[in-house]
């Protein structure tokens, strides 16, 4: 990403940058949505390889 810069290409003045804060905010926001992503597609190829367990008769119901 680029900076704000003026004609000059020296930083613009009065152009705050972002907080750590904020950039820590938006790196948890990612790492809770790909922990959520990961949850899910584990649960989900689970669910697949039982039903084509149970579809090829290597199970019992």
Do not use: F
Not at 5 to 18: I, K, L, N, Q, W
């Amino acid at each position: 990403m680029t900076g704000t810069t003026d004609g000059d290409g020296g930083p613009a003045e009065g152009v705050r940058r972002p907080s750590v804060a904020a950039v820590a905010r938006d790196r948890r926001v990612w790492l809770i949505l790909a922990v959520v992503a990961g949850l899910l597609v584990c649960c989900c190829s689970a669910v697949v390889g039982t039903l084509v367990a149970l579809s090829s008769g290597l199970l019992t119901a």
